[in-house]
């Protein structure tokens, strides 16, 4: 490879480093442009999608990893910010996920990507993460997503978590793919098809919700 050419490639891959770990500090969702927001819509109640769209946000965490039967495996951050501080509460959430259903008929032993995200927001008396995950792969952002967003709390050095209803809590995320799923794969079926089977919220940024 010529040396300009090498210097191009070089400087293209850092530009694009760069734009990839830009700050999201003090911005909202809907500037993003990298989050799935019809994803986020069905995991959490419609009043409090409404406030974390207007709220800025502190900083974003995101893990790549691949469902191998319902969990997640081969975990890797591609994007940090805060100085790497909310990465092990990334990576634990990642190996705590279960996700159902995405099997097709045609290649039921694929094991597809998915992103993790941990949204960081200041609130009036400590910080709030919301995490929340959505296949990676194309039309991933147009499944149909069942269960609810984990939600967790730092308030004096202890996280504490605010737990989703009784019917979702602890059951994961099941997903639907059109008529590809297998039925059976659903082992989260019996979820509510809404939004409404959601997590209750702290106040963000000095609202009640």
């Not at 993003?32 to 994803?39: A, D, E, G, S, W």
């Not at 100085?83 to 290649?107: C, R, Y």
Request: glycine share 10%; with cysteine.
């Amino acid at each position: 490879m010529k040396p300009f050419t090498a210097l191009v490639v070089l400087l293209a891959f850092v530009v694009s480093a760069f734009a990839v770990q830009t700050s999201v500090k003090g911005r909202k969702l809907t500037e993003l442009k990298v989050i799935p927001t019809r994803v986020l819509e069905r995991s959490i109640s419609p009043k409090f999608y409404k406030s974390l769209v207007v709220s800025p946000l502190e900083g974003m965490i995101t893990v790549r990893a691949n469902v191998s039967g319902t969990r997640l495996s081969g975990a890797r951050i591609i994007r940090s910010d805060l100085k790497g501080l909310f990465d092990p509460l990334a990576f634990q959430l990642a190996k705590e996920a279960q996700v159902a259903g995405n099997f097709s008929v045609e290649d039921p032993n694929t094991r597809p990507s998915v992103l993790l995200h941990l949204l960081v927001y200041q609130i009036a008396d400590g910080t709030m993460v919301l995490s929340f995950l959505h296949f990676d792969g194309p039309g991933g952002d147009q499944m149909q997503y069942y269960g609810c967003a984990r939600l967790l709390v730092l308030k004096n050095d202890k996280w504490t978590e605010i737990k989703g209803p009784e019917s979702l809590d602890g059951k994961g995320i099941a997903v639907r793919q059109g008529v590809k799923n297998s039925p059976s794969s659903l082992k989260t079926e019996g979820l509510p098809k809404g939004a409404e089977a959601t997590n209750t919220s702290p106040s963000l940024g000095g609202r009640g919700y």
